[in-house]
């Protein structure tokens, strides 16, 4: 059995449901103890926190915070150091409500700035805010794991969705130059890039002929689901990517090849 | 949660609740529990309102109602759409978004332009539905649909029931619809949506249960009737035979089996991903409950991947299409059938090179035969358990499925334009009743011969006006010079 993550101590943002909780889930299934953080599903978190708790024998904790209010995250980062001590990985997957919708995206020509700067906000603020609060903790530490959720859409925008591809591109962008100045301390940043994951809240309203174009030009010919998404960050946070960092891993059934 | 399962003319007096319970969820579903006299007063109403309505309504204005339910139903923010897409998965065990998927497929069948479909393609001129018309060898024609129909619905595959539905009210015919005890549901819903829409109209449907085989209920329902449908196994068929007066006229649908065929020139570095999704939707769709549903694949030799390839393929997508829609949970029985063809295949497959088992890594959820060999036709138990045989020519396989020669019914194919006139002639010889392409058939096209026969015409009776009367009348008219 590996023992790689055992014990470790996880933040997942926005793991109450989707890719998040399956995440989540991957670690406890690891023997971690997960934070559950969310916004407002509160009753869905604390239900899923137990169930960790109850089916993996770790200790679970759902744990309000809005990423993109930076008290808010000060306080979340508090109260985990005062219960475990330490926060040994993290997992940067909350962003603003997106729903991915081929039909009723906004043209180039339509957006607004505030459109750019809510998911600027959503995805790299609530990066930053989060990593700013735990870059402390890991350097005193002399490690950490810092994986970064981003999407094969930044590489090629077979959909653009404008205003999130570009937040995406911010955050890769960011993370790359946090590897180059944490490398110093032991932490790693990595970021993992998903294709459509199927079936998630953000993902219900995608049109079957859409979905199948991509399958069409998928290798492994089917699009993920919340599961196929765990296995990289579980790695990018375990001791077999000791030596990785600034990397980002695309896991999309080999639809974007670079 | 608890919903109505019947739409009945009278408030039973009693009813019983069957529980489903899937994907963690429970559902109970209230049927009425009927004598025989509550049946013939339903039957009596149902009658009475067809004679009133129905029967006076032409067949477009049938057509437009039924098209203004579809619409309804084609909506998906529909509310008991909705509750279909939610319930159904409960009560069946199959798969949410197959649920969905299907819902909307199936549907658009019934749209207005099929429909008209499916009556013109049993009635050269549709209006004799409505009122006597010139026939072409002189004189008048009508047809005239049962004055009611008893449906016996199945329940392996949900909302099939609305092709014999629709049928009967096509025909203007009362109808009095059992439904399965597997699914009781989706034609109960679908009838409310027609009472939405016209009151009058849904007063000539009557949607009930009985427990399958009580005797004295069908006796008194048969005998009470112009036509019975059935849908169900042999044994069902067999046993409602028994029970239908000489008089009524019985419409049977019982098991039958399909199969598909791919060409080798289906099988290039490009085309054969394509070819292999195709037939994994058909053998997957429904877990293989249909008669529709494929048994086996006959897979040519020739193309530049062969057909083990294929098989492997196959399985390839199999799991995709698990890992989208996967299979209902089995019982203990189901499950140790496929456990125990899988142990026999896997020995075999140790000592002979020309057998292989493919197999989902975690239980049972997917099975795949190869076989470089084999003149037996391989019967699947189903739940996605499908057997590749390789194949020299298509000119085998009239041979290969000469057991099953009687229970043909879909012969699923990938070809080129090229050899698809030659591959049409010899699967009409298998007496396939309907060729589709792989990845279509789970879904026929409207108005096709089901079994092999017509669905509208089987119902009617025809009263010919001979030229005789037309020609005669005239010497005893009054105003004659």
């Known amino acids: ?258 | 949660m608890k919903i109505k399962g019947y739409f009945l003319p009278i408030e039973p007096k009693q009813t019983k609740s069957l529980t489903f319970s899937n994907h963690g969820q429970q559902v109970e579903v209230e049927v009425p529990i009927l004598n025989e006299q509550d049946l013939k007063v339903i039957e009596t109403s149902v009658k009475e309102s067809r004679q009133k309505y129905i029967k006076q309504l032409h067949t477009s204005q049938i057509i437009d109602i039924i098209d203004l339910a579809v619409g309804k139903w084609l909506n998906p923010n529909y509310e008991l759409r909705r509750l279909a897409e939610q319930l159904l998965p409960v009560i069946t065990g199959y798969d949410h978004e197959m649920v969905r998927l299907f819902l909307t497929d199936y549907l658009r069948n019934f749209r207005k332009q099929k429909l008209q479909r499916i009556v013109d393609e049993d009635f050269s001129n549709p209006l004799v539905l409505d009122e006597f018309r010139p026939a072409k060898a002189g004189g008048l024609t009508r047809a005239y649909g049962p004055e009611s129909i008893i449906h016996i619905f199945s329940g392996n595959v949900p909302a099939l029931p609305l092709w014999s539905l629709v049928s009967g009210l096509l025909v203007k015919s009362a109808t009095i619809g059992k439904v399965s005890s597997s699914e009781p549901l989706f034609i109960t819903l679908f009838t409310q949506t027609l009472a939405e829409i016209d009151e009058q109209f849904a007063e000539s449907i009557a949607i009930l249960w009985w427990k399958g085989g009580d005797e004295q209920i069908e006796r008194v329902a048969f005998s009470e009737s112009e036509a019975v449908i059935a849908y169900g196994s042999e044994q069902t068929i067999s046993d409602v035979a028994k029970r239908i007066p000489p008089h009524v006229r019985f419409l049977p649908h019982g098991h039958k089996v399909s199969f598909g065929v791919v060409t080798n020139e289906c099988l290039t570095p490009t085309l054969a991903w394509k070819t292999a999704q195709l037939a994994a939707k058909d053998a997957s769709w429904f877990d293989q409950q249909g008669c529709l549903s494929p048994h086996v694949f006959y897979v040519e030799r020739g193309g530049a991947l062969s057909p083990r390839d294929f098989a492997h393929m196959l399985a390839h997508e199999m799991d995709n299409v698990d890992h989208k829609m996967p299979r209902a949970s089995l019982s203990t029985e189901e499950v140790s059938a496929i456990v125990k063809v899988r142990s026999d295949i896997e020995f075999q497959s140790q000592v002979d090179p020309k057998v292989d088992l493919l197999t989902s890594d975690n239980g049972t959820a997917w099975t795949v035969i190869y076989r470089d060999h084999q003149t037996e036709f391989p019967f699947s138990m189903l739940n996605r358990v499908v057997t590749v045989v390789a194949i020299d020519s298509v000119d085998e396989v009239p041979t290969l499925t000469r057991d099953i020669k009687d229970f043909v019914q879909t012969v699923g194919v990938a070809c080129p334009p090229q050899r698809f006139q030659a591959l049409i002639k010899l699967f009409g010889e298998c007496k396939a009743n309907r060729i589709s392409f792989l990845g279509e058939m789970s879904n026929p096209q409207p108005g096709w011969h089901h079994d092999g026969r017509f669905n509208l015409a089987d119902l009617v009776y025809w009263c010919d006006v001979e030229a005789s009367v037309e020609v005669k009348m005239d010497m005893f008219d009054p105003f004659r010079n």
């Open chain 1, 1 to 258: 059995m590996e023992v790689l993550l055992q014990g470790k101590v996880v933040l997942v943002t926005g793991s109450s449901r989707g890719i998040g909780a399956a995440i989540a889930e991957a670690f406890a299934k690891q023997g971690a103890h997960v934070l559950v953080n969310y916004v407002t599903s509160k009753e869905r978190a604390e239900t899923f926190a137990d169930y960790l708790m109850d089916t993996y024998g770790i200790d679970a904790f759902a744990i309000q915070a809005d990423v993109t209010d930076e008290r808010a995250v000060e306080a979340m980062i508090d109260d985990i150091i005062d219960e475990f001590d330490a926060i040994d990985v993290v997992v940067n997957n909350a962003l603003h409500g997106y729903t991915f919708n081929p039909e009723q995206r906004k043209m180039a020509w339509e957006m607004d700035w505030d459109d750019y700067q809510h998911q600027l906000d959503g995805s790299l603020k609530g990066t930053y805010n989060i990593c700013k609060h735990v870059i402390p903790h890991m350097k005193a530490n002399g490690a950490g794991r810092i994986v970064n959720m981003v999407s094969n859409l930044v590489y090629r925008p077979v959909v653009p969705y404008h205003d999130y591809n570009t937040a995406k591109g911010a955050v890769l962008s960011y993370s790359q130059n946090l590897a180059a100045d944490l490398g110093s301390f032991g932490i790693t940043v990595n970021c993992v890039a998903p294709g459509i994951v199927y079936p998630t809240d953000a993902s219900r309203h995608t049109k079957e002929e859409v979905k199948e174009g991509i399958i069409s030009q998928t290798p492994l010919r089917r699009i993920a689901r919340p599961e196929d998404i765990t296995g990289t960050v579980l790695f990018f946070a375990s001791e077999w990517a000791n030596f990785i960092t600034g990397q980002t891993m695309i896991v999309d059934g080999g639809f974007t090849m670079k």
